[in-house]
């Protein structure tokens, strides 16, 4: 190799960083520098300036590369084509995760929150006691949702998205179940998962009293507050005790009942004779004509 080639090799060679180009760079400030890519730049300038209230800007390699190269700078690219520059926040994100605990553990008093992450859609610099924190609507029944903070002052709305890594204890169903029929606890499994989304609130503590399905359930699915409903006090089809008091008269006998009913409601009876009545649920399968 000549000297002269030799020269203009040692000369590019120098103006190589070791550390090639990445996907994703995160800064505290402003500015996005050309010292964020590699710290050790003596000539450090300017890449791009962020707005005050903007938090990402995302480049092209090709285009980040051809504004270095203009510098003099020649660099590898290890990105997939784009280059992600976030701003990071100075909000201390500790008591934003215990607000996010306390509201699930409203819902599910015993899951087990292991890890609470963020990810940042717009640029947050103040306090968190200098906003108001609300949850998106069934935020409760997913494993990710975004937080919105409204300004006190200045009513100014920011969000961040949200992620759990949680597990919950549920109810799934051991074996095919038919509509109405009164559950038992060898009709259920208790098992914890990783916790991801629900339709609505699960059953989370044991039967404490006698409930039915209001709908099939298949095994293996989870078992939802919506898909039960206590057990009536008087039930369709069923034999019921009637009462019936009128001064000195007191009357006793049976009737089937036509239709389900709770303590307090009116239903209609059928006497063995075919007359149907009205009667008011007084305790669980009887009733008494007013």
């Known amino acids: 190799m000549s000297l002269k080639h030799l020269i203009l090799f040692l000369s590019l060679s120098s103006c190589i960083f070791a550390l ?10 402003l500015d996005f520098n050309a010292s964020h890519i590699d710290p050790s730049i003596q000539n450090d300038f300017i890449i791009y300036r962020f707005e005050k209230n903007q938090h990402k800007k995302s480049f092209t390699s090709s285009r980040l590369l051809l504004s270095l190269q203009g510098s003099g700078l020649l660099l590898e690219d290890n990105t997939k084509g784009i280059v992600h520059v976030n701003r990071s926040s100075s909000l201390d994100l500790g008591p934003l995760k215990e607000k996010i605990k306390a509201y699930y553990h409203g819902f599910y008093p015993k899951m087990r929150i292991k890890e609470i992450s963020f990810k940042q859609n717009s640029f947050v610099e103040n306090s968190l006691d200098e906003y108001e924190l609300g949850f998106k609507k069934n935020a409760y029944l997913y494993n990710h ?8 002052k200045k009513k100014k709305r920011h969000f961040l998205s949200y992620e759990l890594k949680a597990y919950i204890k549920v109810f799934k169903a051991s074996h095919n179940i038919k509509r109405g029929k009164i559950l038992t606890p060898n009709d259920l499994n208790h098992q914890e998962e ?14 404490k009293e006698k409930m039915r399905l209001k709908k099939r359930l298949l095994k293996g699915k989870t078992l939802y507050l919506n898909d039960m409903q206590i057990l009536p006090s008087v039930l369709k089809g069923k034999r019921v005790n009637v009462r019936f008091i009128s001064g000195q008269v007191r ?12 303590i307090g409601d009116e239903v209609n ?3 063995k004779d075919g007359k149907r009545l009205k009667a008011k649920v007084i305790n669980t399968n009887l009733v008494e004509i007013q």
């Open 20 to 29: 090639g180009l990445k996907d994703t760079y995160t800064i505290s400030h």
């Open 145 to 152: 949702s975004s937080l919105r903070l409204t300004s006190k």
């Open 251 to 262: 009357l006793e006998f049976q009737a089937i009942c036509l239709e389900d009913g709770q």
């Open 269 to 271: 009876i059928k006497r």
């Open 194 to 207: 990783l916790f991801k989304r629900f339709t609505s609130l699960p059953l989370q503590g044991h039967l």
